[in-house]
């Protein structure tokens, strides 16, 4: 077979492909961004080997399946962080639950530099190497914690709370909704339509204080596969 041996990267074919998936999306990136968000990339692979961060070690999935996969949700996540209905001291604040290897946190805060963003995990080497990411990338507006998002406490909240295959929407809703600013959103990545998890969370008698605003459905550049963001908000 021909081509490059395993593990090796055609860096200039990826950077390519990167370009080509932020047109798709419609996110107009620096050149600088776009260098960024590669280094991060970089360092998701080189950690991987050591940490396992994620399950995903190829690296055309990884640009698809994560970097792609959470830049996809990226202008939907920014135009809801920067919503004027929530307080001045909670706008452009976006909590990223559960965020592993830094998805989707870490792209927002490379694409969107006006807004701040924290990723939490119980995972500590996941939140180490986050935490280098922030430091070796220069990244001010990206911060990690570890630790468990319902012993968080914050006076000003978030406009945004997101999570990207970190758990059921009633967990997502039960463990982090205490974060939301008044007048903010939940927004969940999810993969097929999750009319069973709507379901479960009408079922546990959360719909009473919350309702799903929309759902609308994502298109990642190069994967196909079926993506949604579930759309929630106070009633």
């Known amino acids: ?18 370009e080509s998936g932020l047109d798709a999306i419609g996110l107009a990136l620096g050149a600088a961004q776009v260098d960024t968000l590669f280094a991060y990339l970089t360092l998701l692979r080189k950690w991987n080997g050591v940490y396992n961060l994620t399950a995903i070690r190829h690296p055309d999935e990884m640009l698809t399946h994560h ?18 209905a929530v307080p001045d001291a909670a706008r452009g604040r976006l909590l990223d639950v559960g965020s592993g290897g830094g998805m989707p946190g ?17 995972v500590q080497k996941k939140t180490a190497f986050l935490t280098q ?8 507006n990206a ?3 570890w630790g468990p998002v319902e012993k968080i406490e914050d006076a000003h909240g ?6 990207r295959a970190f758990a059921e929407l009633t967990d997502f809703v039960n463990l982090s ?28 008698g959360l719909m009473q204080a919350w309702q799903v605003e929309a759902v609308p459905k994502i298109v990642v550049p190069e994967l196909d596969a079926e993506r949604h963001l579930v759309v929630l908000s106070r009633r």
């Open 67 to 84: 970097l792609l996969d959470s830049l996809a949700a990226v202008p939907a996540l920014a135009e809801a962080a920067r919503s004027q």
């Open 143 to 145: 911060t990690a914690h």
């Open 106 to 122: 870490m792209p927002l805060a490379i694409a969107c530099p006006d807004v701040n963003v924290l990723m939490v995990d119980i």
């Open 1 to 18: 077979m021909g081509g490059l041996r395993h593990g090796a990267v055609d860096e200039a074919a990826q950077r390519q492909r990167l």
């Open 133 to 140: 990411c922030r430091a070796q990338l220069h990244l001010t």
């Open 177 to 204: 909704g205490h974060l939301l600013a008044p007048g903010g959103k939940l927004l969940a990545m999810k993969g097929v339509y999750p009319q069973a998890e709507m379901d479960r969370m009408e079922a546990a």
């Open 158 to 163: 978030y406009a945004v709370i997101t999570s």
